[in-house]
């Protein structure tokens, strides 16, 4: 989200804030280190998902129940939603997106991956789904974010 959108250090600090987490910029260089180098620490689903629900308040606003409790747990389907609703997105939006990367995914099967997990038809979002889905978005916003149309 970092180089897609282009955010300093001190708006990724701000949106984890508004999310409800106070971080710092060792901890968040942790993060965003390489992975496999010695500084690289793996991001919590809990920090993520503060992130995430900070995202979706930047962008959005906050709602008058104060900040989410964030998730102990993310999939991709729960990934998935929360940047869906961040960016408020449609699903003809998502489609575009992933066709951006050349995958092609039907509203019947996007459907699906926002379904609650005992829906007879809930199907699971792969990693393929969401690391082509997180490549459209980078061909589509980082674009804009560096002055192209």
Known sequence: MRYIFD???QLMLSIFKLGGHQGNKPELA?????EGTPEFVLCEDENLARF???LIIKNRGSKDDGIPDPETFLNNNS???KLKIALSLQADDLIA???LNEFTLSKHELSALFRRPDHKNYRECLDQVLRNFLDGMEKHYRKKAIGGK
């Open 97 to 99: 997106i992933l066709k």
């Open 7 to 9: 955010f300093s250090d």
């Open 30 to 34: 942790t993060w965003l280190a390489r």
């Open 52 to 54: 995430l629900n900070g």
């Open 79 to 81: 990934v998935l939603r």
